[in-house]
């Protein structure tokens, strides 16, 4: 489940937590989602962002169903698509991408409810990338993201932010003092350590809070497509 094969990198994401709420995986989401809370006990949650080193590790499946998962648990949650170079949450969702944050960001709308979409899970809303700016960078670092969040902070119980890769671009790092917590998604079999190390200087740079790691894509001879959790280092004993 959730394998490459057959996809590109910016293909739809399979929402395990929708299609098979009873699954081994969608029971695994659960516990990360546990344990990131179990990992801001002395503050709020009110804005996580999802992040991997390199393309290609999940980091939009992770988003995505969390913040299915959150929304079950009650919170009111926002899932942004701040991946402005490649955007996949529209096609998950099978929404329009005609109108999203790049277009409250660069000043396109004044109208948020033009960028935003409810869908059939309770509590759950989605904005979209929006068009594909040519200085993604800028408006993601800028003060009309940090008036963006504040303002969405005060609509919703949470925003997740499925936020680009951390090192084949600066997107992330600039995002990542403007969040409450980060998650960290690391592939099985895609991830370099070396990369993977380089990623945690750069959030550490940025002053990012760094809630954990998820192991995505594991097998372990059993089965495969399992999700592991780590507070910021990696153990045996999770698998």
Same mark, same amino acid.
């Given at each position: 489940?959730?394998?490459?094969?057959?996809?590109?990198?910016?293909?739809?994401? *399979? +929402?395990? %937590? /929708?299609?098979?709420? $009873?699954?081994?995986?969608? @029971?695994?989401?659960? &516990? #990360?989602?546990? =344990?990131?809370?179990?990992?801001?006990?002395?503050? *709020? +949650?009110? %804005? /996580?962002?999802?992040? $991997?080193?390199?393309?290609? @590790?999940?980091?939009? &499946? #992770?988003?995505? =169903?969390?913040?299915?998962?959150?929304?079950?648990?009650? +919170?009111?949650?926002?899932?942004?698509?701040?991946?402005?170079?490649?955007?996949?949450?529209?096609?998950?969702?099978?929404?329009?991408?005609?109108?999203?944050?790049?277009?409250? +960001?660069?000043?396109?709308?004044?109208?948020?409810?033009?960028?935003?979409?409810?869908?059939?899970?309770?509590?759950?809303?989605?904005?979209?990338?929006?068009?594909?700016?040519?200085?993604?960078?800028?408006?993601?670092?800028?003060?009309?993201?940090?008036?963006?969040?504040?303002?969405?902070?005060?609509?919703?119980?949470?925003?997740?932010?499925?936020?680009?890769?951390?090192?084949?671009?600066?997107?992330?790092?600039?995002?990542?003092?403007?969040?409450?917590?980060?998650?960290?998604?690391?592939?099985?079999?895609?991830?370099?350590?070396?990369?993977?190390?380089?990623?945690?200087?750069?959030?550490?740079?940025?002053?990012?809070?760094?809630?954990?790691?998820?192991?995505?894509?594991?097998?372990?001879?059993?089965?495969?497509?399992?999700?592991?959790?780590?507070?910021?280092?990696?153990?045996?004993?999770?698998?």
């Amino acid at each position: 489940m959730f394998k490459r094969s057959g996809t590109t990198l910016t293909s739809a994401v *399979k +929402l395990t %937590t /929708i299609v098979d709420p $009873s699954s081994v995986i969608t @029971e695994q989401i659960k &516990t #990360i989602r546990t =344990n990131i809370n179990f990992a801001a006990t002395d503050h *709020k +949650l009110r %804005t /996580i962002m999802v992040t $991997s080193a390199t393309l290609g @590790e999940g980091k939009s &499946t #992770i988003s995505g =169903n969390l913040a299915v998962e959150y929304a079950n648990e009650g +919170l009111n949650v926002l899932l942004v698509d701040a991946d402005l170079r490649r955007p996949t949450i529209h096609k998950t969702f099978g929404l329009t991408n005609r109108v999203g944050l790049s277009s409250c +960001l660069g000043r396109q709308t004044r109208n948020i409810n033009e960028a935003i979409h409810h869908q059939t899970v309770d509590n759950l809303v989605v904005m979209t990338s929006g068009p594909k700016p040519p200085n993604p960078a800028e408006l993601l670092g800028g003060k009309m993201m940090d008036e963006f969040l504040n303002s969405e902070t005060r609509q919703f119980d949470l925003v997740i932010i499925d936020a680009p890769p951390i090192l084949p671009v600066t997107d992330s790092q600039l995002l990542a003092n403007k969040v409450d917590g980060t998650v960290l998604v690391v592939r099985e079999n895609v991830a370099q350590k070396a990369a993977v190390k380089e990623a945690v200087k750069a959030l550490k740079r940025s002053h990012a809070t760094i809630l954990g790691v998820v192991l995505n894509d594991v097998s372990d001879g059993h089965h495969n497509g399992y999700y592991g959790y780590s507070n910021g280092y990696y153990s045996d004993e999770e698998r």
